[in-house]
């Protein structure tokens, strides 16, 4: 458990094991919980392999779900529980429970966690995604579970700890020792090891050393969890395209990690036709200025006011409700506490859906306003690219968004010519013309649309057409987010999108 | 004296003497490049990646942005420097390949790695507590509130997080900068700078929050809290109460009274100075400090009661961070060196033993130090004819200016900065 000098713990050595059924402290599952130090043996029928994994991410997703929405910290508890009983119970040693059920269920539990660990090995938003909510996860039970199963998992973790003595603790820390309870066993490791806990202002800090009560082992046990966790993925990802030769198991790992991508968009415009969870996936929609607003956004986890007000009225035009409208840039600010949001920025977003101040229905804001009033400042990104971006920045924007040099050309040629509205009609033109060709239907016909007068025109033009234009699955295809949107709160890793700046 | 008197307006006054040219000759002939090149190749021997894949950031003109911009050594830092002359100068991560090159790189591959933990604090942010200017003006009197943000900070990152390597720079308008240069500090990530953010960050709380400091007893306990409310003591009367008098009308005393956490001390309170308006900030502060620590000593008082005195003062004068420019390796930060571009000030160092010592009305402007090298008619156009002697002329100019002081500063920080331990030159990694 800990370094020789450690203390002894308390109760008698086998913790909660000591309980179990002779069957079950044999077996490979005598504990309950797992920090998942070794792999499983995989003599996993396909069929269980997938069922495991999906029941897991229902798991993983509630968690998601309960911190987004969740009314308090009980409420989270209570989701949470709530979803492990149906997907992945797992029972204490205690329960009356045939020693068969226990194991198994602990065997699903350990081999779902290694099936989505190599699923969500494939990028690094699905690494972040699946690194955080593994951690909610096994923070979560470590909460919930008793003593014995505690010292368990904390044994089995095997952290290095140095144990502060008792006339350590009075020479080092003198008056601070004060600071916690006169009996509380403490240890000093590195602050980086216990960040939350730095974070709240709940230990000393003594020249980059941190003293941590033992009541607050469980942040070392979670530190050293998250960073053995990452290590992992990392092997992982380098190990994945070798399993490409087992062609039974690689679309169920890639279907299992897009399965992070949520409902579909169904209509335009109607209010509550778009949730949170799905503004990611339709991006791919929007007009270049609101494209380069959400790229921003997801960036920064901030947009100053005036990227606030142009990107949330669009959104707000697209179908996206109040209520969804709230869940979604509390998550897209994902640095800032909840007192700070409903603080600074809630109110605002009440207040475009006409629920403070005047009252006054905010309708999306239209190119022409775009484009003539309020032009940004340095680091503001509202605007209209083809308006306020610098000829190369336009270009390098045009050719993300997989145009041709040709097209590019052409496009920058207009809006440099001061023609910014049929450049946006020319880029959505070209839109669509690639994806018809993408759809082998015949694309030597030019596709005319009417004048862009309005971001919200861009988008349902776009949407509109790639809905009429194909089958369902075509379609599917389309939407699928290039990002999953459970990594929305997540840095992307794309270059294009700048950091944010500072100004004093 | 009045708001008007003391209150100096540093906006806009110098705007008009930045121009391209203007700019020219500052980065040509007064520009500290040697030391700031040394200062982030961390005194390698040879330019090392720590440099080479430094991003730096260049606003030029009419506000266009340069991101990753990057320079290979110093002579190509500095003939670009001069020649596009940025009315601001960014300074980002450190990168796993050259910024320069990052369009053409797959992502993923080009991440921030490294960067010095930087905080930012700007007396916006105190506008709620000082009574003698709001938003952009600053005077000698509020000032005194950075000085004691630098005083506590500085302590707790020295001896709490155990850095020694940390630069002080004046903001060039109302604030100042911290540069935590130690290589522990530069290593650190997202949710550690995250976590260091929030150890510093005692005030929390929106306008409408009446009490925005809540510590329990313990804390008292706490080396951080403790250290910084006998920094505090030793400016609050003179700062908060005499300057600011933050108890001096019932609008300002109304605000303090709110964050007491019992009605009935507040009703007295409140009609107690309303008899007596004119009594001093610093009477009514010990007429509340004493009532308010009667009450607490009564059996079922409330503890907030106990420790309201120190919370107030940490509310009133604890520093204000400005969280985001902490928390993100990747975010980008104003340059020492660099001229405001708004008051024309030059961004200088400030030197540990000068925090309460350091005048920001004296730092030279732009247009000033133009005066000084050109022998006072400040006319860029005579610059021209001493082309020839370049360096000459760059070597006495930095040495007579007035910003002779500010680069020594400087200097003796880079010179006591140690190299990495994992330094690479730019040839073994350069690919
Ligand atoms: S023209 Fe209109 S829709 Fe197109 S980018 Fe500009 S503002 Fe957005
Ligand atoms: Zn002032």
């Keep these: ?504 | 004296m009045t708001r008007e008197e003391t209150a100096m307006e540093l906006d806009d006054d110098e705007t008009a003497e930045l121009s391209p040219m203007t700019l020219g000759v500052y980065y040509r002939r007064l520009f500290p490049h040697n030391a700031y090149y040394k200062w982030l190749n961390y005194n390698a021997p040879a330019t090392s990646t720590e440099f080479t894949h430094r991003e730096f950031s260049f606003t030029i003109n009419d506000g266009i942005y340069l991101r990753y911009q990057s320079f290979k050594d110093m002579g190509e830092f500095q003939r670009e420097l001069t020649r596009l002359s940025p009315s601001k100068i960014d300074i980002g991560a450190i990168f796993t390949a050259v910024p320069k090159h990052a369009k053409s790189l797959q992502p993923g591959v080009f991440r921030p790695v490294a960067k010095e933990l930087v905080f930012d604090i700007d007396m916006t942010d105190y506008d709620e507590v000082r009574t003698c200017c709001q938003g952009g003006s600053i005077c000698s009197k509020c000032w005194r509130l950075m000085v004691i943000a630098m005083h506590v900070l500085d302590r707790a990152l020295r001896e709490d997080f155990g850095f020694s390597q940390i630069m002080w720079v004046y903001s060039g308008r109302r604030g100042v900068h911290c540069w935590v240069c130690d290589e522990r500090a530069r290593q650190l990530d997202d949710a550690a700078r995250k976590a260091v953010a929030g150890y510093l960050s005692i005030v929390r709380g929106g306008a409408e929050q009446g009490k925005k400091v809540n510590l329990s007893q313990r804390y008292s306990h706490h080396p951080h809290i403790a250290r910084s409310i006998e920094i505090i003591e030793e400016y609050f009367e003179d700062v908060l109460l005499v300057d600011q008098e933050i108890l001096l009308t019932r609008e300002r005393w109304m605000k303090v009274l709110a964050a007491l956490p019992d009605e009935e001390l507040r009703k007295t309170l409140d009609a107690q100075w309303s008899r007596r308006p004119d009594r001093s900030s610093v009477e009514k502060w010990s007429e509340m400090v004493d009532i308010v620590e009667k009450r607490a000593s009564k059996r079922g008082a409330k503890f907030a009661l106990a420790t309201f005195e120190r919370d107030m003062m940490l509310q009133y004068a604890y520093p204000r961070l400005d969280e985001n420019v902490t928390t993100h390796l990747n975010h980008l930060l104003k340059s020492p060196f660099c001229i405001h571009p708004k008051t024309g000030r030059v961004c200088t160092p400030i030197a540990h033993s000068q925090f309460d010592s350091f005048d920001p009305f004296a730092v030279p402007t732009l247009s000033q130090l133009l005066k000084e090298i050109s022998g006072g008619n400040g006319d860029p156009a005579a610059d021209k004819s001493q082309e020839q002697s370049q360096e000459q002329s760059q070597r006495s100019a930095k040495s007579f200016s007035s910003l002779v002081g500010y680069v020594d500063i400087f200097e003796t920080f880079v010179a006591s900065l140690s190299p990495s331990s994992n330094t690479h030159t730019s040839q073994s990694l350069e690919f």
Excluded at chain 1, 118 to 135: K, Q
Excluded at chain 1, 285 to 298: A, D, R
Excluded at chain 1, 456 to 482: A, E, M, T, W, Y
């Design chain 1, 1 to 504: 458990m800990f370094s020789q000098n450690a203390p002894k713990r308390e109760g008698g050595g086998f913790g909660d094991a000591s309980a179990a059924p002779e069957v079950v402290r044999r077996s490979r599952y005598p504990t309950r919980l797992s920090v998942y130090a070794d792999p499983p043996d995989l003599e996993v029928s396909i069929e269980e392999f997938e069922a495991f994994a999906l029941d897991r991410l229902q798991v993983l997703r509630s968690i998601e779900d309960a911190q987004l929405r969740a009314k308090g910290e009980e409420d989270i508890r209570k989701r949470v529980n709530e979803a492990l009983e149906k997907h992945l119970p797992l029972h204490t040693n205690r329960s009356k429970l045939p020693p068969r059920q226990l194991v198994a269920e602990r065997r699903k539990d350990h081999v779902s966690h290694f099936i989505l660990r190599l699923a969500f090995s494939r990028t690094e938003e699905l690494r972040g995604w699946f690194l955080r909510y593994e951690c909610a996860l096994l923070k979560h039970r470590f909460k919930e579970a008793d003593i014995a199963e505690k010292q368990e998992l904390l044994a089995a973790a095997k952290l290095k700890l140095e144990h502060l003595s008792p006339a350590a603790r009075e020479t080092r820390l003198g008056n601070a020792s004060l600071f916690y309870p006169p009996q509380e066993q403490l240890f000093e490791v590195d602050f980086e090891r216990v960040l939350d806990l730095v974070s709240h202002l709940q230990v000393v800090l003594q020249g980059g050393r941190a003293f941590v009560p033992q009541s607050e082992v469980a942040t070392l046990l979670l530190h050293e969890f998250r960073q053995r966790l990452t290590r992992a993925l990392a092997v992982c990802a380098k190990a994945l395209p070798q399993m490409g030769e087992d062609e039974r198991l690689l679309p169920v790992l890639q279907n299992l990690s897009s399965q992070t991508a949520r409902s579909e968009y169904q209509s335009t415009g109607a209010a509550g036709a778009v949730s949170a969870d799905n503004v990611d996936a339709l991006s791919s929609g929007f007009p270049l200025c609101m494209q380069h607003l959400h790229t921003q956004l997801l960036k920064d986890h901030h947009l100053r006011h005036g990227g606030r007000m142009q990107f949330g009225l669009f959104l707000k035009g697209i179908g996206l409700g109040l209520q969804e409208a709230l869940v979604y840039w509390r998550r897209a600010f994902g640095n800032m506490t909840d007192d700070q949001f409903q603080k600074g920025y809630a109110y605002n977003i009440r207040h475009n859906y006409g629920m403070e101040g005047k009252r006054a229905d905010y309708t999306p804001y239209s190119c022409h306003r775009i484009i003539m009033s309020n032009p940004p400042g340095p680091g503001d990104h509202h605007g209209c690219p083809f308006r306020h971006f610098s000829t190369d920045r336009l270009r390098a924007a045009l050719h993300r968004d997989r145009l041709t040099d040709a097209e590019v050309r052409e496009i920058a040629e207009l809006a440099g010519a001061g023609h910014y509205q049929v450049a946006c009609t020319r880029h959505l033109e070209v839109k669509m013309q690639h994806r018809k060709a993408q759809q082998q239907q015949t694309s030597d016909t030019e596709t005319h649309i009417s004048s862009i007068a309005s971001p919200n025109q861009f988008f349902d033009l776009c949407i509109g057409d790639c809905k009429s234009n194909g089958s369902k699955q075509s379609h599917d295809r389309d939407v699928q987010p290039v990002a999953p949107t459970a990594a929305a709160s997540l840095p992307p890793a794309g270059l294009q999108k700048g950091p944010a700046y500072s100004y004093s």
